[in-house]
């Protein structure tokens, strides 16, 4: 079974970085079939998606963040990052990160984490 | 920038039959936007539906159903029940590996 989990700190001040880390687990981070998913949620707002990241570094964007984001991936930990700089407070959001399951023409996101809130302000 | 739209809000009697739809500001949503459908309750993480249009997660009641309904993706739920009160989102693939998540639907079952 497929587990993900999100670390890192709760509360960031603006004009900083925030970074996050998912730990998976029951499946390697090099499967060939996975990408792998970082979202947010800001308090009481739908979801976004911020980006994906296959394990050979390989990424892709959400255009609204790309400036400011950026995905890396640790094979050898099983882990994938994020990173976001300059943060606001209109970053302060729940972020999750997930499978993002690919196999010929078939795609989903998967194996959700419960999520994490960082919150930025001073 | 293209806009996926949902429905903000919707009910549906218990036993009922609702369809949520899931369109572009601009265009028809077809099968090669790979949509997709997860439902939030509050304060937990998204639960996987749908995907690929109309292909059932593993665990999901055949109660849920996915489809392309006139140039929208479509979710149907067939003899809704309470515990489906949430909120619904669907995702289409814009390309160039792009994904774009409609703003969700507050479904409530009375």
């Known amino acids: 079974q497929v587990q993900v989990q999100e670390s890192g700190p709760g509360l960031v001040k603006p004009s900083e970085t925030l970074s996050l880390t998912c730990t998976v687990s029951?499946?390697?981070?090099?499967?060939?079939?996975?990408?792998w998913a970082w979202f947010r949620q800001p308090p009481g707002k739908g979801l976004e998606w911020i980006g994906s990241?296959?394990?050979?570094?390989?990424?892709y964007y959400n255009p609204s963040l790309n400036s400011r984001v950026s995905i890396s991936v640790d094979t050898s930990k099983n882990q994938f990052s994020l990173k976001v700089d300059s943060v606001t407070a209109a970053d302060t959001a729940v972020f999750y990160c997930?499978?993002?399951?690919?196999?010929?023409?078939?795609?989903?996101?998967?194996?959700w984490g419960q999520g994490t809130l960082v919150t930025v302000s001073s | 920038q293209t806009v996926v739209t949902q429905e903000p809000s919707f009910s549906v009697s218990p036993g009922g039959t609702v369809t949520l739809t899931c369109g572009l500001s601009?265009?028809?949503?077809?099968?090669?936007?790979?949509p997709s459908w997860y439902q939030q309750t509050p304060g937990q993480a998204p639960r996987t539906l749908i995907y690929?249009?109309?292909t059932r997660s593993s665990g999901v009641p055949d109660r849920f159903s996915g489809s392309i309904f006139g140039n929208k993706a479509a979710l149907t739920i067939t003899g809704a029940q309470a515990d489906d009160e949430s909120t619904y989102y669907c995702?289409?693939?814009?390309?160039?590996?792009?994904?774009?998540f409609g703003g969700g639907t507050k479904l409530t079952v009375l």
């Open positions: 997930a499978r993002h399951w690919t196999m010929a023409s078939s795609t989903r996101f998967e194996s």
């Open positions: 029951g499946v390697s981070i090099s499967s060939s079939s996975s990408y």
């Open positions: 990241i296959y394990y050979s570094g390989s990424t």
């Open positions: 601009s265009g028809s949503v077809s099968t090669s936007y790979y």
């Open positions: 690929s249009t109309n």
């Open positions: 995702v289409l693939y814009m390309g160039s590996g792009i994904w774009v």
